[in-house]
């Protein structure tokens, strides 16, 4: 079945870097564009950032473009957030997403505190 495992998420001071892992299994990664979403304290989930099938072309939400950078390992299967000069409105958990056969496949999330 479908699964993805995040990780990488952690506790980090204002202006400060962290890196995301996505580990996915279960379907054809290659052919599918994935995505990070993220859900802080009582809002909604929000697109962050997607990627496309090789990594050909990217998409990042307003407030993390340049900042943020996702990428992708087609062969090992794993997909990255690099998120540097984090803020505290950063904090909230992090999901990778992917939808294929008109379905929203979730991982279960890994959290993300930026605080001093």
């Known amino acids: 079945q479908v699964q993805f495992v995040e990780s990488g998420g952690g506790l980090v001071q204002p202006g400060g870097s962290l890196r995301l892992s996505c580990a996915a299994s279960g379907f054809a990664f290659s052919s599918y564009e994935l995505s990070w979403y993220r859900q802080a304290p009582g809002k909604e989930r929000e697109f962050v950032a997607s990627?496309?099938?090789?990594?050909?072309?990217?998409n990042y939400a307003d407030s993390v473009k340049g900042r943020f950078t996702i990428f992708r390992d087609d062969v090992k299967q794993w997909m990255h957030l690099q998120m540097n000069s984090l803020k505290p409105e950063d904090t909230a958990v992090y999901y990778c997403h992917a939808r294929f056969a008109a379905n929203d496949y979730w991982g279960q999330g890994t959290q993300v505190i930026v605080s001093s």
């Open positions: 990627i496309s099938p090789g990594g050909r072309s990217t």
